[in-house]
Nanobody
Framework: QVQPVESGGGLVQAGASLRLSCTTS????????MGWFRQAPGKEREFVAAISRVDGTTNYADSVKGRFTLSRDNPKDTVYLQMNNLEPKDTAVYYC?????????????????WGQGTQVTVSS
């Protein structure tokens, strides 16, 4: 079992960059595929990106492709979501999640462990 903990959120202007981090407890970080989801006010939570357990294969939502990059550092038990060229529509609470499933799961129901979320606000 792992407990994801997010950090790195904040308030930025459109066009700026932020890097979110997600670290986990436990000694088996490398066994988990990791994903990021986000929830904007009044909207349902949506998939952002995922990275596989072993070879680092990634999957992105169309809305962030080319702007966001997800990577993982297994020795540090951490994944990083680099967000460039942020837009006001990226404003949301960003959640990190973990799953023992293979591949790059893109559905909330495929993840077993969730962090508390970190707020990202992009002003125009």
């Amino acid at each position: 079992q792992v407990q994801p903990v997010e950090s790195g959120g904040g308030l930025v202007q459109a066009g700026a960059s932020l890097r979110l981090s997600c670290t986990t407890s436990g000694r088996t970080f490398g066994s988990y595929a990791m994903g990021w989801f986000r929830q904007a006010p009044g909207k349902e939570r949506e998939f952002v990106a995922a990275i596989s357990r072993v070879d680092g294969t990634t999957n992105y939502a169309d809305s962030v492709k080319g702007r966001f990059t997800l990577s993982r550092d297994n020795p540090k038990d951490t994944v990083y979501l680099q967000m460039n060229n942020l837009e006001p529509k990226d404003t949301a609470v960003y959640y990190c999640a973990a799953t023992l499933r293979g591949g790059v799961p893109g559905l909330e129901t495929q993840y077993d462990y969730w962090g508390q979320g970190t707020q990202v606000t992009v002003s125009s």
